[in-house]
């Protein structure tokens, strides 16, 4: 069942116009016919010790805009979810914020996003950030991050998607998380085969490349 929308559906907005909030989220459980190459990033509401981690956040924001790719993320306004979309906007960047109603305080959802839509709940968000990306990259975060992590591996363990997921590694940040899946697989508990469906690349530049490669693969004849 549909709720009402804030604003009538063929409103025209003003350009430059911060988005209006979209509070249905069964509008966007598939990316829309013609939608640009969109790259959906986890990452932590919070910056981090390590400065680096906030940089990689700037530098791939801006990458994603210049390669005229859309940034789906949490919506925020704070941490590296802040760098991220500040980093894209600034580079004229088309951008897709999901946000809960219940943090939109707590993580001050950005309304200068060009679609900005509000879920009731986290199992909402989460879905409609995957289904609206081709590409997953997560950047250094917590609980929140590795739970969205492991969600998407194992939807890719379990043949639910073939969606390339990147752990963006900055100086390292992700060696133990690493360490914990060889672990996982040399206990048994999960095949070999799991390491392949996800890559570390160390900085942005070749983070990039890969999804360069992802974004090719999508335009592909038959794809």
């Not at 911060?18 to 509401?45: E, L, Q």
């Not at 802040?82 to 960047?93: F, K, L, P, T, Y």
């Not at 672990?183 to 900085?203: K, M, N, T, Y």
Request: glycine residues 10%; aromatic residues 6%; contains cysteine.
């Amino acid at each position: 069942m549909q709720r009402k929308q804030t604003m009538p559906p063929h409103e025209p907005q003003p350009p430059q116009a911060p988005a209006a909030p979209d509070t249905c989220a069964a509008r966007h459980t598939a990316p829309a016919a013609g939608a640009p190459f969109s790259v959906c990033v986890y990452c932590g509401s919070r910056q981090g010790r390590d400065p680096a981690f906030a940089k990689a956040a700037r530098d791939l924001g801006h990458a994603i805009a210049e390669a005229g790719w859309r940034l789906v993320y949490g919506a925020g306004d704070v941490g590296l979810m802040g760098e991220v979309a500040a980093a894209a906007i600034r580079a004229g960047g088309n951008t897709f914020g999901v946000i809960p109603v219940h943090l939109l305080g707590r993580e001050r959802g950005r309304r200068d996003l060009t679609r900005f839509v509000i879920t009731e709940n986290m199992h909402e968000r989460k879905k409609v950030m995957f289904m609206n990306s081709d590409a997953i990259v997560v950047l250094p975060g917590g609980a929140g991050s590795l739970d969205e992590f492991f969600e998407v591996l194992t939807w890719r363990q379990i043949g639910l998607h073939e969606k390339p997921i990147l752990l963006l590694n900055a100086n390292g940040f992700w060696d133990p998380l690493l360490a914990l899946l060889d672990h996982v697989i040399a206990q048994g508990f999960a095949e070999p085969g799991l390491r392949d469906f996800l890559s570390a690349p160390g900085d942005v530049e070749t983070l990039h490349a890969a999804l360069c490669a992802a974004s090719a693969a999508r335009s592909a004849p038959g794809t």
